[in-house]
T-cell receptor
Framework: ETGVTQSPTHLIKTRGQQVTLRCSSQ?????VSWYQQALGQGPQFIFQYYREEENGRGNFPPRFSGLQFPNYSSELNVNALELDDSALYLCASSSPLTSGSSYNEQFFGPGTRLTVL | AQKVTQAQTEISVVEKEDVTLDCVYE???????LFWYKQPPSGELVFLIR??????QNEISGRYSWNFQKSTSSFNFTITASQVVDSAVYFC???????????????FGTGTRLTIIP
């Protein structure tokens, strides 16, 4: 296990509703990224938060928004849910870059499976 | 734009056979990272390997080996003497490398579902 936790595990919503997904990053990690994985597809980058600020965004509409808190946990909010939003939502956390390192691995949580009816 | 192609959607092999998963990538960056992840039925992505674009040495880790060929933009993954526990979906991924940050977004392929038949 990576130490990254997500809640809830599963969620069922209806079209037009709003949803909030939560992610607790691994201890010491200050960066959280969110990915959407539709059935049979690879994960797609939604956005990344670094020290409570958005630090890059993928090709997702504004109804996908996020927050990062001072303890570096994060939320993903989706408004006006559509059927195509049904997917596994993954968050990944990583630690700050340190002297001598050029890359820090992203550790993924188990995901939240969202079903929109 | 970055792109990762995994042409093999599903592969089935009998236990103890060797299997190679193909990955072809596209990027305009001169410096980038390549990855392989394993996704078991539980859904969590398990990191397997990261390779820097400047390091074309092949790597072996137990039954796993990786062949990185920059000339053909390929980063293939071979499992030797496959086991039932290797059954999973495997993703190849690509990331640009910005020297001041270090953990940029990952661009994933569509994955290869590997089934090992006992």
């Amino acid at each position: 296990e990576t130490g990254v936790t997500q809640s809830p595990t599963h969620l069922i919503k209806t079209r037009g509703q709003q949803v909030t997904l939560r992610c607790s990053s691994q201890s010491g990690h200050n960066t959280v990224s969110w990915y959407q994985q539709a059935l049979g597809q690879g994960p797609q980058f939604i956005f990344q938060y670094y020290r409570e600020e958005e630090n890059g965004r993928g090709n997702f509409p504004p109804r996908f928004s996020g927050l990062q808190f001072p303890n570096y946990s994060s939320e993903l909010n989706v408004n006006a849910l559509e059927l195509d939003d049904s997917a596994l939502y993954l968050c990944a956390s990583s630690s700050p870059l340190t002297s001598g390192s050029s890359y820090n691995e992203q550790f993924f949580g188990p995901g939240t499976r969202l079903t929109v009816l | 734009a970055q792109k990762v192609t995994q042409a093999q959607t599903e592969i089935s092999v009998v236990e103890k056979e060797d299997v190679t998963l193909d990955c072809v990538y596209e990027t305009r960056d001169t410096t980038y990272y390549l990855f392989w992840y394993k996704q078991p039925p539980s859904g969590e992505l398990v990191f397997l390997i990261r390779r820097n674009s400047f390091d074309e040495q092949n790597e072996i880790s137990g039954r796993y080996s990786w062949n990185f060929q920059k000339s053909t933009s390929s980063f293939n993954f071979t499992i030797t003497a496959s086991q039932v526990v290797d059954s999973a979906v495997y993703f190849c991924a690509l990331s640009e490398a910005r020297s001041n940050f270090g953990n940029e977004k990952l661009t994933f392929g569509t994955g290869t579902r590997l089934t090992i038949i006992p």
